[in-house]
C-alpha cells in the first residue's frame, strides 16, 4: 500500500516595509501644529488681533464672491506650496528649509484651528471641521510628499555637483522629478475644488460669516 506524503510549502511572509521618510515629516507637520496651538492658547493679544482682522475680512469677501472665483482664488494660493518646494528641491542647499516647511505649515493650520476656538468656540470647530479640515487633509498629505521629494532631488543635486558627476541618470531623474510633481499639483486642485464647494455648502450655518 502506497503511503501518501502531505508535502507543505512554507510559503515567504512579505513583510511591509515601515516607511521612515513619511514618519519624519508627518512629525515635523504635528510637531508645528502643536506649535501653533499653543501660541493661540498663550492668548497673545497682538496676534488674536491681526486674526480677527484678517478672517474677518476673509469671511466678508468669500461670502460675497461667487463659487468660480473661490475656487480660482483657492487654487492660486494653494500652488505657492508645490511650487516652492519644487524650487527649493533643485536647490543643492535646499534642504534645511525644506525640513522646515513641514513645521511651518502645520503651526499655521495650528494657529488658524486655535483661534477660530478661541474666537467662535463650538461655531469655530465646526467650520473648521467641515470647510478646513476636509481640503486641508489633502494639502497636507500631498504636500508632505511633496517636501521629501524635493529633500531626495536636493540631495542628489549636491552629490552631483559634490562629486562632478553629472550624467544621464541626472537627467532623467530631473524628468521624473517634474512629472512627479505635475502629478502633485492635481491633489491641490482637488483641495481648492472641495473648500469652495464646503464653503458654499456649509458657511451659511455659520453666524461669523
Not at 27 to 55: E, P, Q, R, T, W
Request: include cysteine.
Amino acid at each position: 500500500m502506497l503511503k501518501k506524503h502531505v508535502v507543505i510549502k512554507a510559503k515567504k511572509m512579505n513583510i511591509p516595509k515601515f516607511d521612515y521618510k513619511n514618519l519624519i515629516f508627518f512629525s515635523l507637520f504635528i510637531s508645528g501644529l502643536i506649535i501653533g496651538l499653543l501660541v493661540i492658547k498663550k492668548d497673545v493679544a497682538s496676534i488674536n488681533n491681526v486674526l480677527s482682522s484678517i478672517f474677518e475680512n476673509y469671511f466678508i469677501e468669500k461670502g460675497k464672491n461667487e463659487f468660480l472665483y473661490c475656487f480660482i482664488n483657492n487654487v492660486s494660493i494653494y500652488i505657492i506650496l508645490p511650487v516652492t518646494i519644487f524650487i527649493l528641491g533643485l536647490s543643492a542647499v535646499g534642504i534645511p528649509i525644506i525640513l522646515l516647511f513641514p513645521v511651518i505649515s502645520g503651526t499655521a493650520l495650528g494657529i488658524i484651528i486655535g483661534f477660530l476656538y478661541s474666537a467662535y468656540y463650538l461655531q469655530g470647530l465646526g467650520y473648521a471641521a467641515l470647510v478646513i479640515i476636509p481640503a486641508a487633509s489633502i494639502i497636507i498629505a500631498t504636500f508632505l510628499k511633496c517636501c521629501i521629494e524635493g529633500v531626495f532631488m536636493s540631495l542628489e543635486i549636491f552629490f552631483s555637483i559634490t562629486t562632478k558627476n553629472q550624467n544621464k541618470k541626472n537627467i532623467n531623474e530631473f524628468k521624473e522629478y517634474c512629472l512627479k510633481f505635475l502629478l502633485f499639483l492635481i491633489p491641490f486642485f482637488v483641495a481648492a475644488l472641495i473648500n469652495a464647494i464646503c464653503f458654499k455648502l456649509f458657511g451659511n450655518l455659520f453666524l461669523f460669516i
